[in-house]
């Protein structure tokens, strides 16, 4: 089955900094790439999301890349504002899966 | 709408005690998941259904059961309860199959502990 490995699993940055965490997936068939926040204490949010047609997908400060030769995914904040601290999450599914695997997660603290 | 309602929040369970976590969701979403949070893991599927009266075994099913008898409500059951189930638990939905509609909505998460 598909097997998602996301890298740092603790990422820390100045403030104003970007940051990247970067998953890797093992399922060529996978097509659908997702992130997810999860603040301390509170449910996990989804903040973006990619599909394999295309590479790169932007919002605001944060954007996802995809390199499918290389079945890598990664997500970028720019400008990191401490309200960005939290645990990210990582996941991959292809079509008729029905379900998504999750990476290990990347905690995220912005320093002032 | 209330989203998807996890209960109890927090629950201290005994080795070999039994107990069902509840999920509900308002959303007329056809999917629901189980997923378990270890501490510094990601989450792991542990069943999950398509639709009422279907449910099928994700990456950790052992020692749970589930069912779904209406779209809304996908309950999960600890029998025999050990200290590795210590986790915590976050019930999700969505309205169509992933990567489809490409969001889960998840509840608050139950914070079970097994001493």
């Known amino acids: 089955g598909e097997n998602v490995e996301q890298h740092p699993s603790t990422l820390s940055v100045q403030e104003g900094d970007s940051a990247v965490i970067k998953c890797t997936y093992s399922d060529s068939a996978s097509n659908y790439f997702p992130w997810y926040k999860q603040e301390l204490g509170k449910r996990p949010q989804l903040i973006i999301d990619i599909r394999s047609n295309v590479g790169e997908k932007k919002d605001q400060r944060i954007a996802v890349t995809l390199n499918k030769t290389a079945k890598h995914f990664s997500l970028h904040i720019t400008e990191t504002q401490p309200e960005d601290s939290a645990v990210y999450f990582c996941a991959a599914s292809k079509r008729g899966a029905q379900k998504l695997v999750f990476g290990q997660g990347t905690r995220l603290t912005i320093n002032p | 709408n209330a989203g998807v309602t996890q209960t109890p929040k927090f629950r201290i369970l005994k080795i070999g005690q039994s107990m069902t976590l509840q999920c509900t969701q308002d959303m007329n979403h056809n999917y629901m998941y189980w997923y378990r949070q270890d501490p510094g893991m990601g989450l792991k599927l542990i069943y999950y259904s398509v639709g009422a009266g279907i449910t099928d075994k994700g990456e950790v099913p052992n020692g749970y059961n589930v069912s779904r008898s209406t779209t809304e409500d996908f309950p999960l059951r600890l029998e025999l309860a050990a200290p590795s189930q210590t986790s915590v638990y976050f019930c999700?939905?969505?309205?169509?199959?992933?990567?489809?509609?490409?969001?889960?909505?998840f509840g608050e998460g139950s914070r079970l502990t097994v001493l």
């Open positions: 999700a939905s969505s309205y169509s199959g992933i990567p489809n509609t490409g969001e889960l909505f």
